[in-house]
Structures are given as structure tokens and as C-alpha cells.
């Protein structure tokens, strides 16, 4: 049976954290420049609907998509690397399976049948892994497997991926991640854990095709040998993936590697020509030959796991390569902020972002940090809840409005210049109150945001349930903060800025979700470009 489409999983083993996403984006990238269209989906083996209601300690920061799906961050990746937008089809967890086979049961369409883990489970991973497939518009689709082989919640993925690759033999492959850790006693790498790992994963019914070994150290002939030998992989199968200055040099190292050749000999495609890679070569030499140096300051309350703000650290890499300049990120905990030590912890900083989140912990220490920024005038970036916090900052100590807050935090306060808009309030659920997905934003003429994207009407990404409460807008706009950006439709405030502050911008939406290596993100980069300044 074949298929037009080409399945490549990509599946990990020994420890997890050993950067599936980063290869599985790399090889992507690599197959993209070779002038095959390809997407990347995750599966995630965890029993949540989706990340959305994940603590971002659990799991990283949620990444959102133009559709509105509240996804994994490893989609971030996927986009940043690729430049092509993903979507609900891309994330996929073992709660949304069994929530659709559930729905099917309730609905009769098993016919009386049992309801099992095979087939019925299985049938749905493979339709879920297909339905990129069966659009028609990719060559290749790759599937990353979360979870390391032999974790029971991932057992129904391998069994998928057994099935497809005896269904479509020639047009799916596996990819198999390991580690071959270094012993600093014995002074060599060892390669068992990977040789068991590979174990674990036959005794699954699932021989890979081709090994990726995460190293620190290089991987010698003989080494490359014994694991080809004990794995039943060809020696050209056994890639070595070090560890990297940074992420966005792995497309690069795979292809001395020659992982995309191995992959497209395997899946019986041509491999004429190389990948054409100037511009993603173009960002790697402006990344690593900055002729200036700035330090930004990201406040936050989950600053302790710096991937709860991984879209924004790697949005300021962007926005720096584009200025030719090194953004320094200077981690500053919200919850540790006060009026007695804001000076000493902002006194040295070219920027002050301050972060999206949900919830009250941590937020006097954000509005102080925009305090600062406003009375300073440091550049000033605030997103999400760092927009609402300069809201209501400005209204307690310029407007004089000294209950000023927003209702998710203090219900019933006195001036909700943050507010919950009307047709929300009655919705119980908590996923149905948000604004997710793209939406459209006008933006005033002359203004900074204006300046940044040089266009009056943008699309940006977002996740929130509180707005501006228009009621107060007229007193704002008079004592000089302004609305330069409304949604054209309901005429909601997405963006403001202090007149006469040189950089003070606080945005309702998400930029950082779309900044790319081919696009970086014209906020970002005019944050930084205003920093630079500084």
C-alpha cells in the first residue's frame, strides 16, 4: 500500500529533555530547504485536553496558534524554524483521543463493539497523525512522539507507529533520539543505555531506521560501529548530535551529519542539489558577530523555568541578530520586586519587558517595574498581562485612581480599568471566557507600533480573558496614554503608548508567537532598536 505522503517519527529513549523538537524542527528545515513542503505534529501522551490549563512548571510556556489552539511549546520550534504557520492539527494529547473516542461511543458508532486501546485508540492516533497527510499540500510529515519509550501513557503511540509502518512500509521511518552519556570516571562515552533503549523500543515491534545519538562528546568510528552493529541500523544511520552553541546552529550540524540524505534515501526520494540555507546562514552570522551589547530586563513570576518565556527569550535573539546587536536577558522575579529595590534591580537595564501570566501572584512587583520604566524612561515593552499592568499603573499614580486594578485579581474593586467585557461573564467554563487565536488590530498612524510594522493593519495572536475597559479611555487619553491600536470589529483597545516617553508600549496580544528566523518580529525589533538607544 503506498501513500503520496512520507511519515517520519521521531521517538526518544533514556531521558527525556534530549531536544526531539529541536531535531525534529532541524531535519525539518533542512527537507524544507530542499524544496520538499513538510510540517511537524507532536503527540503528547499527557491526559489534558491541551497545555492551556497547565501550570507553566508543569510544562513550559503554552503556545498558541492563528487558530486559536492552545498547544505544546515544542509548535514554537516548529514555526520559529520553519516559518510556516502550524494549527490545531498540529498537537495532539492522549485527552483529546480518548475524548473523541469517548464522543464516538456516546454517539453509537462502534456498533455495540467493545471499546479498546487496539484497535480503536490506535485507529484514532493514526488518523489524528494522517490528517496533516491527507490535505494533500505536504510531502512529508514528521511526528514527534513526547515521552521517552517504555513510559506506559506513550505505549498506545508505538503501537500506532508498528502499525503505519507495516501498513505504508516504504513510505514511514523512524527516528530514534538516545543519549550516549560521558563518564568522567571511566573517561569514555557508553553506549548501553542506548543499546537498551533500542531494546525496549524492538520489543515494541519497532526497529528504527536511524539513530541520533545526543552526545558532549565526539562520537569516533569505532563507537559509531559497535552502535550500528548492536542496533541493526547502517553505519551512515548512526548520527551525532552534539551539544550546541546555540539551537539554531542543529540544522547545520545535522547536515554535516548527513541526516537529511539517510532520511530521504530511506523514504525512497531524490537527493539531488543541497538545501538552500543563505538566509537562515545570513541570521547565524549577524547572531554571532553583534557590534553592540544591550541588557533587557524580563519580569516575570515563572522566571526560575526560563521556558515558561521561551517565545519571548528567542524572539529577543531574533530582534537582536536584526539590529546586530547581543540582548543579554536579565531574569527578574516579579514576586521579589518592590518600591524599596526597584531601583537597584532596573538602575542598569537598556529595556524592561514585562511578561504575559495569569493571576495575582508577583503583579505589584510588575506594576512597579513599569512604574520604573514610565518615571525613567526606559523602553518599556509589556505584553498581556504586562499591558494591563501599565493600565493600571498609569490610572493609580497619573490619573490618581488609586483603587485601579483589574477584576480577575480584586472582583469587585473600585475602578476595574481591567474588566471582564459583558458577554464573557456568564461563561463557567474556564477555557470558553478566552480570547485565543488571530485577530485584527488598527493602529494609529505616526504612533511606535505603527513605526514598528510600517503597516495600519496587523494580525496577532492571542490568550487572555480581561480587556481595557473602555469606560475609562477618554481619561487616559487625555493625561496622555494612548489607544493606538483597536480591534476594527468590536473596537477593543489591544495597544497603548505614553506620548511623550521615548519607547512605551503595552500590547493586549501575543507578538512573540510569531516571530521567525526568516521574520523576526518588528515589535521586538523595535524594542530593541529603542533599547540600543538607551
Not at 518565556?309 to 524572539?315: L, M, P, Q, R, V
Not at 536577558?329 to 516579579?334: A, Q
Not at 490619573?399 to 469587585?412: N, R, W
Request: charged share 25%.
Amino acid at each position: 500500500m503506498s501513500n503520496s505522503t512520507k511519515y517520519i517519527f521521531v521517538t526518544g529513549g533514556v531521558a527525556s529533555s534530549l531536544g526531539k523538537g529541536i531535531i525534529s524542527a532541524s531535519l525539518a528545515k533542512l527537507l524544507q530547504a530542499r524544496g520538499y513542503s513538510t510540517t511537524i505534529q507532536k503527540l503528547d501522551p499527557y491526559i489534558n485536553i491541551d497545555p492551556g490549563t497547565l501550570n507553566p512548571y508543569e510544562h513550559g510556556e503554552c503556545y498558541v496558534t492563528d487558530d486559536g489552539a492552545e498547544t505544546d511549546l515544542d509548535l514554537g520550534h516548529y514555526e520559529r524554524f520553519l516559518n510556516v504557520p502550524t494549527s490545531q492539527a498540529n498537537n495532539v494529547t492522549t485527552g483529546r483521543i480518548y475524548q473523541s473516542v469517548i464522543e464516538k461511543e456516546r454517539r453509537g458508532e462502534f456498533l455495540g463493539k467493545t471499546v479498546q486501546v487496539i484497535p480503536h485508540i490506535t485507529n484514532e492516533i493514526k488518523e489524528r497523525i494522517q490528517i496533516l497527510g491527507n490535505k494533500g499540500t505536504y510531502d512529508i510529515v514528521i511526528t514527534e512522539i513526547g515521552g521517552t519509550v517504555g513510559d506506559i501513557e506513550s505505549l498506545p503511540y508505538v503501537e500506532a507507529v508498528r502499525q503505519m509502518k507495516w501498513e505504508f512500509e516504504d513510505d514511514c521511518i523512524v527516528i530514534h533520539l538516545t543519549l550516549v552519556p560521558y563518564l568522567a570516571a571511566a573517561g569514555e562515552l557508553k553506549t548501553k543505555p542506548t543499546q537498551h533503549s533500542v531494546k525496549q523500543l524492538l520489543e515494541l515491534g519497532v526497529q528504527p531506521d536511524v539513530l541520533c545519538c545526543r552526545t558532549e562528546h565526539k562520537l569516533n568510528f569505532d563507537l559509531r560501529k559497535k552502535i550500528a552493529k548492536f542496533c541493526n541500523v547502517n553505519m551512515n544511520a548512526v548520527i551525532e548530535a552534539r551539544d550546541a552553541s546555540t539551537i539554531y546552529d542543529v540544522p547545520l550540524l545535522m547536515q554535516d551529519e548527513g541526516l537529511d540524505k539517510v532520511v530521504l534515501d530511506k523514504l525512497g526520494l531524490p537527493t539531488t542539489g543541497s538545501p538552500e540555507l543563505t538566509v537562515w546562514k545570513e541570521f547565524l552570522t549577524r547572531l554571532k558577530n553583534p557590534t553592540s551589547e544591550i541588557t533587557i530586563g524580563l519580569v516575570g513570576k515563572y522566571v526560575e523555568l526560563k521556558d515558561s518565556y521561551k517565545s519571548i527569550s528567542e524572539s529577543l535573539i531574533h530582534a537582536g541578530a536584526a539590529n546586530l546587536t547581543k540582548v543579554n536577558v536579565k531574569w527578574i522575579h516579579s514576586d521579589k520586586l518592590t518600591t524599596e529595590n526597584c531601583n537597584e534591580e532596573l538602575n542598569e537595564l537598556n529595556g524592561i519587558l514585562v511578561a504575559p501570566g495569569f493571576g495575582s501572584r508577583g503583579i505589584s512587583g510588575k506594576i512597579e517595574a513599569v512604574r520604573f520604566a514610565r518615571e525613567n524612561k526606559v523602553p518599556f515593552f509589556g505584553i498581556c498581562l504586562g499591558m494591563q499592568c501599565a493600565v493600571i499603573e498609569f490610572g493609580r499614580n497619573v490619573l490618581g485612581l488609586k483603587d485601579a486594578h483589574t477584576s480577575e485579581i480584586i472582583e469587585d474593586c473600585k475602578d476595574p480599568v481591567i474588566d471582564m467585557m459583558e458577554e464573557q461573564k456568564n461563561i463557567s467554563n474556564l477555557g470558553g471566557t478566552m480570547r485565543l487565536g488571530a485577530y485584527k488590530c488598527q493602529l494609529t498612524p505616526k504612533s511606535n507600533i505603527h513605526k514598528a510594522y510600517n503597516e495600519d493593519l496587523i494580525s496577532e495572536r492571542h490568550r487572555h480573558r480581561y480587556e481595557f475597559n473602555d469606560e475609562y479611555l477618554a481619561q487616559y487619553e487625555e493625561k496622555g496614554m494612548k489607544a493606538t491600536g483597536k480591534n476594527p470589529e468590536t473596537g477593543l483597545v489591544e495597544v497603548v503608548e505614553i506620548e511623550e516617553h521615548p519607547w512605551f508600549v503595552g500590547a493586549q496580544f501575543h507578538p512573540e508567537y510569531k516571530s521567525t528566523v526568516a521574520n523576526p518580529h518588528p515589535l521586538f525589533v523595535a524594542f530593541v532598536k529603542a533599547s540600543l538607544n538607551k
